[in-house]
């Protein structure tokens, strides 16, 4: 194509998006696509969900939410509207503008990236790919996923990028749970193949983001996404080391996090906890671990830090073991409550959480197991656990039959001094006890 009628076409492409005139298509109508789904309706779009759960297709077509961080009215008063249609018929993917992927990128049982999903959504793209069409991946990835992955798949099509489509990633910085940032506030990475892709891209976003922040390469803004989480899990590590080494000389590493915290440059705190837990943390590190092999590069970072948190559990476990030990207990029979099994506070989410670890630890040392957590009503089979559980009422009784309450999540809606008042031993991995000082003959930090 020639570059003024390019020009002509970049410019008749941006101002369908600053009217509202380019329908906007999400696949993946999960934690990451509904959220966001939302945020673009909210700002005039038509909007088009994919998703290959009819279930949820179904629910959603019926106004209904499956998340707790989302109300049914928000979702409901735009399918009233008529902006806001869900489908599995991926036929329909010829009719947006612009197609944002949202599917999941686990790893596989060897801790290698499973692509499954993004390639299937690529494979469901291409069969569909017209001129026009702006793709942009959100999925969290290795580096060159965009270009190595994706634009093979579409250019065999014979369109051409840049000129007859568009194509461009951007991660996605969700942050389950915390009221602090809404996806409007929190800023927004982008990057596109050609300048092309990144101008069309970033206008995209702008519309509904409050700052766009436009990288040189694709490359970059999946490594950005990388970084961040890699960054998180290194630090939780290190603060979960310390706080097994503090344990041992007699110190709360917990006191030590909040005097360093005082320090007003160059300290961010991180906090100790059960394990790591989550679909981004326990996972997105090794999507560069398997890729950094490629270049002959071992993350040894990266590797320590999993080490060290997937241990986290065993050490859970085995500061229940002797705390029980001291009260002349054994592990075997004793009769343990789970307080949380979400993977973080305040989420109806258990994928990844430490708390499936810390239970099937339990249970094959021949502890009774029950659970509390007001957000996971059932445990849902899991890659590697299969619970068949659900959630109990947190009564008086209960607590008092427990030989111990281990808590792993620290919900705010659950009254944690009238736990400890109310059970005999308390296992407390993440401070909720903090200002119990009168309990502490029964309480365990771990
Ligand atoms: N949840 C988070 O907090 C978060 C934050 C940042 C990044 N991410 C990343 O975003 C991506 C999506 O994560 P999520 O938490 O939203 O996952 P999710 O499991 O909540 O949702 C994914 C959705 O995609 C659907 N799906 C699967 N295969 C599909 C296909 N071929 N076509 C259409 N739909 C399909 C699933 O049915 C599901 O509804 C992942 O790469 C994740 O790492 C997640």
Redesign the pocket.
């Known amino acids: 194509m020639e570059f003024r009628s390019l020009m002509m076409v970049i410019d008749q492409f941006l101002k369908k998006i600053q009217k509202r005139q380019t329908p906007v298509g999400i ?8 959220p966001l789904v939302l945020r673009f309706c909210e700002e005039g779009f038509r909007v088009l969900g ?4 009819s279930k ?1 297709v179904a629910q959603l077509k019926r106004g209904r939410s499956y998340l707790k961080s989302i109300s049914s009215s928000r979702i409901s008063q735009f399918v009233r509207n008529g902006l806001l249609d869900v489908t599995d018929d ?1 036929s329909r993917l010829t009719k947006p503008d612009c197609i944002i992927i ?4 686990p790893l596989t049982e060897k801790m290698e990236p499973d692509l499954q ?1 993004i390639e ?2 690529t494979e ?1 793209i291409r069969d569909h790919l017209r001129k026009g069409q702006l793709i942009i991946l ?4 290795y580096p060159g996923t965009t270009q190595e992955l994706i634009l093979p798949q579409l250019e065999s099509t014979g369109l051409k990028v840049g000129t007859d489509f568009f194509l461009a990633y951007s ?6 749970g915390s009221k602090r940032f809404s996806t409007f506030q929190i800023p927004k990475v982008v990057s596109g193949v050609t300048p092309s892709c990144n101008k069309i891209a970033t206008t995209l976003y702008g519309q509904v983001i409050q700052k766009v922040v436009p990288v040189s390469s694709p490359r970059v803004a999946e490594l950005t ?1 990388l970084l961040e989480n890699i960054y998180r899990s290194v630090n939780i590590a290190l603060v979960n080391e310390l706080k097994m080494l503090a344990d041992r000389m007699g110190i709360d590493i917990w006191e030590v996090i909040e005097a360093a915290s005082t320090k007003p440059f160059g300290f961010s705190p991180f906090y100790p906890g059960p394990g790591m837990g ?3 943390i326990p ?2 590190p090794f999507y560069l671990s398997w890729k950094a092999r490629e270049y002959d590069f071992t993350t040894k970072f990266i590797q320590l830090a999993g080490e060290i948190n997937v241990s986290i559990p065993y050490y859970v476990v085995s500061k229940t073991v002797d705390a029980l030990n001291d009260r002349k207990k054994s592990i075997k029979g004793a009769k343990l409550l789970i307080l949380g099994v979400a993977y973080k506070k305040d989420v109806d ?1 258990a ?1 990844e959480s430490p708390a499936l670890a810390i239970m099937d630890l339990f249970q094959k040392r021949g502890a009774t197991i029950r659970y509390h957590d007001p957000f996971i009503p059932s445990l849902p089979t899991f890659r590697k656990y299969h619970f068949k559980l659900n959630s109990c009422p947190l009564t008086q009784p209960l607590l008092q039959r427990m030989d111990a309450v281990v808590v792993v999540t620290d919900h705010s809606q659950v009254d944690y001094t009238w736990v400890v008042t109310h059970a005999p031993l308390i296992i407390d991995t993440r401070n909720v006890t903090k200002n119990m000082k009168q309990w502490k003959r029964k309480i365990v930090k771990a």
């Open positions: 696949i993946g109508m999960g934690y990451v696509g509904l994919f998703d290959v759960d949820k991926f949202c599917v999941p990128t999903y299937k959504t469901a959100e999925s969290t990835s991660p996605e910085r969700e942050d389950p996404k989550g679909h981004c996972i997105d989410d994928r």
